[in-house]
Structure formats: structure tokens, C-alpha cells
């Protein structure tokens, strides 16, 4: 069984609300200096996945992902989780390109990796969450897609997935080869043991720009993204806590109880 | 053009948000509003109720292989009737299945997409949206390029339309010709859960714990004052990834939109993504034992503390005062 995980990189989702700084004029966030991007965190539970995948039918795994020179340190850490061969897809004709610019440059080289059995993404990327970029991929590369999967099973030629609903589960049959994307529900990602550290470090990432995927520059990068982005910025949400306060936690508990009614909230 | 849903024998409430919305842009616009609806049996009936929310024009899609949601068979449909019609605007509901689909269908078809939006306009002409990013953290506005665009709108951002008994408008059917054997992705079944009392995006009062909470048997104190005021219970991601609570009780950015006169926030520290499904909450009321925890950023009312202390005695004074 052949996988394909597609990776992003993105700033760590887990800096303090107060850390996070936007540069209006640009348009950009401002990342603080002392934290390093991470992996997209829905990114990991397809990694994981594709490893128990592998662990079960065997194969390889190859993770892609487009993006800068940092997003070396990414794909090797997939390597060391578990992952076997990696690619940066990389160009300067890629910079500004919208989802469905990335999903074209994947798309591009899937076609070049040529035959795979699943692809893996995650649901929706945890920086400028469009959920679009794997959907659309899918749809490049014109095969059957299922989304925010919590459980995978093989079967043959085809996977019986679950989806997650706002109230419940969905069971669904796909053919491969198919596109998956993953929900937090569908495993826990290990972390690169030392040996799988070690292994990633002594392995090469080639670096493929659109004349290698056969991706033609005017269809990707800034110039052929559908939406344009107007403004961006931090919105002041912060509200004026009242703390109530007491000797005794039971105290406060009481006072509180009595400040709800005061404001009408019960 | 929107892309209505059914809720079993109903229409979901995205229906009539989208028909809200849908209607404002057309008249804007100068166009008119389709509504379309896809699913098996009882379909065509139900999307009559569409004019009455505020359609011209309703498609129906009524076949077998529709009854359930089916990828394959649901692109298919929608593309031919995006390709019938050329919207200049397309819109769906930042649901499990309008995410599904949107990014297929605007990808097939060259129209630009833009996912979770919680505003939408028009600027000359193109149509333009507010979405949040960096999981709540900042707002970007976005624009459309092309002339053609697909949106899908967040839950709750926009007013349901009302309802407009005697509102006239024609009913179409799309004929469905797939076959399921040519298809590569098939339904097989739905598990629904149904939430015990009430549910959380309906809720008055919601009561919510997290990591903080210690284990899953902690969640029987919340349980027991949101008996007290008829509550719901919901949770954060790391209480649901820590296995103690199912997924469907999740709030934030990729669980459940609630917007409750009181949300009590228990052991949560209050991460953006979780502020985004508790954000529209009328109050806030924080217990959290770190008094620099950001969730006090956003709460009206606080108790720096153990909840385990907290909880019991709020519990019984909201119970005598609702008594009284
Ligand atoms: C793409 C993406 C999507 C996400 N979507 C969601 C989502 O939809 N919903 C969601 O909730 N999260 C979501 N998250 C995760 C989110 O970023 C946070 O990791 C998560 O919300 C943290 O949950 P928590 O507040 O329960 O845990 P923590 O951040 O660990 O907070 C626990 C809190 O409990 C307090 N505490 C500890 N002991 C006690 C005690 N005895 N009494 C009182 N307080 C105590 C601590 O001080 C702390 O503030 C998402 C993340 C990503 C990257
Ligand atoms: N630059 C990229 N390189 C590789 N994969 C990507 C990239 N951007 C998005 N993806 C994949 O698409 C998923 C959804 O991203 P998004 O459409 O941005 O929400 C991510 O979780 C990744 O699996």
C-alpha cells in the first residue's frame, strides 16, 4: 500500500493568544522569534496514519509539502516518526499561490511520483484553515475523496472510512486510489523515536520546481489566485473580567451566585 | 445559488441562514435566488418550504441514491446544476457536507472559494468575505478575482430568514441519471447521536470543561449543574482527545458554534480555537485555577480556583435561587 501524505508548514498554533502579532501594512502575521513553525497540526494525524497503515499492509510513504527552506526540518521529522522518502516542492513561480495553486503543484507531482493508493491531508490547516487545498486536489487529480475521516479501515481495493458529523458518525465505502483527509478522532501521533531521528538525518529531500512536476507557472503562484486578500488584523476581544473574590472558594461560589441574578443571567 | 440541506424530515437551519443571505446578495446583485436541494425520499416536498424562506426558484434532486450523503453522487449533481445555471454566486453551509463539496465543485468549475465566512458582501461586483484565521486569532477579508464565486458561510454568523407564508416562485427538479455502480465513493450508513436534554447549539446556558477537569468522572459535577440550569454540556478538543467526552460535545473553531446567554467555561484555558465556537456567547464565567489563563481575557465573570471547590457550591446556590 503506497501513501502520499501532503504536509504543511505553519506557524505552532500553541503561542499565547498575546504573543500573536499581525503586521497590517503587509498583510502578514509576524511570527515571534523565538518559536519554530511546526507541522499543521491536523497534518500529524495523517502521518500517524499513514504509518499504522504501513505498519499493517506494508508499502511506502512519501510526504510532500510546498513551502520554504525551513520546511526541511518537517520532513524530517515525518522520516523520523516513520515516513519514508520526502519531497519540497519548491519555486520561486509557486510564492502567493492560493489552495487551488498548492493543490496543482501536489498535483503536479503525484502525477510524477506516479502510481499510489491513498493520499493523506489534513482536514483543514491550522493557520489560514481554508479546507480546501486536499478537496481540491482530489479533484485535480479527478479521484474519489473522503473527508474528516476518525477511522480507516482496508479492505481489499476499497476503505470503509467513518466521518464525523456535527451529531454523530457517517460510514462511507471508497475506492482507491483516493484522497483522505483526517479528523483529531483518528489516532494519536507518536513522536520520532531516537533511531527514526537518526535514520531522517542521513536521508536526502530533492527539491522539485515546476519544470520537474510539469506544472505551468502561469497556473500557480500570486498571479492566478482567485482571492485577494484586503486586510488582516488582530481583533481586540479582550472583555473586563470581574473576579469574584472570597475567604473561602464556597464563599466566592455563593457571591457569584448572587451577581448572576443581579445581572439577570439566571 | 444556494445549496439548501435536510435535517431527516425537516430543513436544517443552514437552509434558512443561506436563504437569508442568498436573498440580500441576489437583490443587490440584481438576480435571482435558486435554491437547491439534494436527498431521497420526501425531497421535493421539502424543498418547496425554500420560496417561502426566500427563493425564486427551487431544484430539487430526489433519488435513492441521494438518500444518505455520497460524495460522488452529490458532486455530480451539483456540478450539472451549477453548469445549467452559471451562478455568479454560489453558497453553502460550512457543514460536513457543504465542506465536502464546495472546494470540488469550485475547483471544477473556476470559481474562487472561501471557507467559513462570517460576513459576506459585494464589492464592485466581486463578491468579498470575512473569515477568521489563525484559529481565531486574527480577521482576514478576502476578495474574489473571478467573476464567478463559492462561499461557504459559518453557523450562526448570519440571521435565519423569516419565513414567508404565500410567497410564490417556480419548482424545478433536477432528474438524477447515476448510477451507482459507476460511482467510487458509496453511503453506508448514518450513526446519529442525540443529545441527552438539550442541545448545544439550541442551549440557554451552556457548562463546558477541559483539561483542567482532571478525568472523565469530573464531568459528572458539570452534569450536575447543568441539571440545575437546564444546561447543555459541552467540552474542549482536549477533553474529547483525551477520550473522556465524545466528539460531538466539542466547542471551537472545529466542533460546535454556541451562542448561549451564560457559558461557563470549566478548566479551560481558553485557547482561540476554542473561543471560536464559545465567542458568540453572551457572557462568559471563567473558573480556572491560573489566574493568567487567557480565557480571562474574555469572561465577564471569574473565580481564580479549583473548580472541584467551585463547582458544588455554585451548583447548590443556583439551586436555591432557582427555586426561589
Ligand atoms: C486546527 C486546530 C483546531 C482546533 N479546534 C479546536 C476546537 O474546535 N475546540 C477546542 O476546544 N480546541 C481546539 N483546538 C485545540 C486548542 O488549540 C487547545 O489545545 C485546546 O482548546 C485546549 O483545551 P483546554 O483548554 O481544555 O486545555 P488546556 O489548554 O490544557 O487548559 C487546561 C486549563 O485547566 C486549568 N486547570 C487545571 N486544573 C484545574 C482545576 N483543578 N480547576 C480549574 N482549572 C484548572 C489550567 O489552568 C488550564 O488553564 C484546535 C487546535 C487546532 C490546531
Ligand atoms: N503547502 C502545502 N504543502 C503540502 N500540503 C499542503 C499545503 N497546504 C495545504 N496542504 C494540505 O492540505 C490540507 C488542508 O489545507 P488548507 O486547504 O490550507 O486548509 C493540509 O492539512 C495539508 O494536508
Redesign the pocket.
Known amino acids: 500500500m503506497d501513501i502520499i501524505v501532503c504536509v504543511k508548514q505553519v506557524l505552532d498554533?500553541?503561542i499565547p493568544p498575546r504573543d500573536f502579532k499581525v503586521d497590517e501594512e503587509a498583510m502578514a502575521v509576524i511570527p515571534p522569534s523565538n518559536v519554530s513553525p511546526v507541522i499543521?497540526?491536523?497534518d500529524e494525524y495523517a502521518v500517524e496514519e499513514a504509518i499504522k497503515l504501513k505498519e499493517a499492509h506494508g508499502g511506502t510513504i512519501t510526504v510532500l509539502t510546498a513551502g520554504g527552506d525551513s520546511a526541511r526540518d518537517l520532513l524530517k521529522k515525518c522520516m523520523a516518526m516513520g515516513c519514508d522518502e520526502a519531497v519540497l516542492l519548491q519555486d520561486t513561480a509557486f510564492e502567493g499561490s492560493d489552495s487551488f495553486g498548492v493543490a496543482r503543484i501536489l498535483a503536479g507531482a503525484i502525477r510524477k511520483i506516479g502510481a499510489f493508493d491513498i493520499i493523506l491531508c489534513?482536514r483543514?490547516?491550522?493557520d489560514w484553515?481554508q479546507g480546501t487545498t486536499a478537496l481540491a486536489l482530489a479533484e485535480a487529480l479527478d479521484i474519489p475523496s473522503a473527508s474528516q475521516l476518525i477511522k480507516i479501515d482496508v479492505n481489499g481495493d476499497t476503505l470503509r472510512c467513518e466521518r464525523v458529523l456535527e451529531d454523530g458518525e457517517e460510514v462511507v465505502e471508497i475506492s482507491t486510489p483516493c484522497l483522505l483527509t483526517t479528523s483529531?478522532e483518528l489516532n494519536t501521533p507518536r513522536l520520532p523515536s531516537v533511531k527514526g531521528i537518526l535514520m531522517a538525518s542521513r536521508k536526502q529531500i530533492p527539491i522539485w520546481a515546476a519544470g520537474d512536476i510539469g506544472v505551468d507557472a502561469a497556473t500557480v503562484g500570486a498571479g492566478a489566485a482567485t482571492l485577494e486578500l484586503t486586510r488582516l488584523y488582530k481583533p481586540d476581544l479582550s472583555t473586563q473580567c470581574e473576579f469574584i473574590e472570597a475567604d473561602s472558594l464556597e464563599e466566592a461560589a455563593d457571591k457569584l451566585g448572587d451577581r448572576l441574578r443581579e445581572d439577570k443571567i439566571i | 445559488m444556494i445549496l439548501a440541506e435536510r435535517n431527516n424530515d425537516r430543513l436544517a437551519l443552514v437552509s434558512s441562514e443561506l436563504s437569508g443571505i442568498g436573498r440580500k446578495l441576489a437583490d443587490e446583485k440584481g438576480g435571482s435566488l435558486i435554491a437547491l436541494l439534494l436527498g431521497g425520499s420526501g425531497t421535493k416536498d421539502l424543498a418547496k418550504g425554500l420560496i417561502a424562506l426566500g427563493a425564486d426558484k427551487v431544484l430539487a434532486a430526489e433519488s435513492d441514491i441521494l438518500e444518505g450523503y455520497n460524495n460522488a453522487a452529490y458532486t455530480e449533481v451539483i456540478d450539472s446544476a451549477v453548469g445549467e445555471t452559471d451562478p455568479a454566486i454560489f453558497l453553502l453551509g460550512c457543514t460536513s457536507a457543504g465542506r465536502d463539496l464546495g472546494p470540488r465543485i469550485a475547483f471544477r468549475r473556476g470559481m474562487s472559494y472561501a471557507n467559513d465566512c462570517s460576513e459576506l458582501s459585494l464589492e464592485e461586483g466581486k463578491l468579498a468575505a470575512v473569515r477568521s484565521v489563525y484559529?481565531g486569532n486574527a480577521l482576514s477579508y478576502v476578495r474574489s478575482r473571478t467573476d464567478k464565486a463559492m462561499t461557504s458561510i459559518r453557523m450562526k454568523a448570519f440571521p435565519p430568514a423569516d419565513i414567508e407564508e404565500g410567497r410564490t416562485g417556480e419548482l424545478g427538479e433536477i432528474e438524477v441519471t447515476i448510477e451507482a455502480g459507476a460511482l467510487k465513493t458509496s453511503f453506508i450508513e448514518t450513526r446519529q447521536v442525540e443529545a441527552e436534554g438539550v442541545r448545544l447549539e439550541d442551549a440557554e446556558y451552556v457548562v463546558s470543561?477541559?483539561?483542567?477537569?482532571?478525568g472523565p468522572e469530573n464531568f459528572e459535577q458539570l452534569a450536575k449543574l447543568a441539571k440545575v440550569l437546564k444546561a447543555a454540556v459541552g467540552?474542549?478538543?482536549?477533553?474529547?482527545?483525551a477520550g473522556w467526552v465524545p466528539t460531538h460535545m466539542?466547542?471551537?473553531?472545529?466542533?460546535?458554534i454556541v451562542s448561549p446567554t451564560l457559558y461557563i467555561?470549566?478548566?479551560?484555558?481558553?485557547?482561540?480555537?476554542?473561543m471560536?465556537?464559545?465567542g458568540p456567547s453572551k457572557n462568559i464565567l471563567a473558573?480556572?485555577?491560573?489566574p493568567d489563563?487567557?480565557?480571562f481575557q474574555r469572561a465577564r465573570y471569574g473565580i481564580v480556583?479549583?473548580?472541584?471547590k467551585?463547582i458544588p457550591a455554585l451548583t447548590e446556590k443556583l439551586a436555591k435561587l432557582l427555586e426561589s
Open positions: 498554533h500553541d499543521s497540526n491536523f489534513g483543514i490547516s491550522s484553515s483529531n | 484559529g470543561g477541559g483539561r483542567g477537569l482532571g467540552a474542549s478538543r482536549a477533553a474529547v482527545d466539542q466547542v471551537g473553531q472545529t466542533g460546535k467555561a470549566v478548566g479551560i484555558s481558553g485557547a482561540m480555537q476554542h471560536v465556537g464559545a473558573i480556572n485555577t491560573d489563563a487567557p480565557i480556583g479549583d473548580y472541584r467551585v
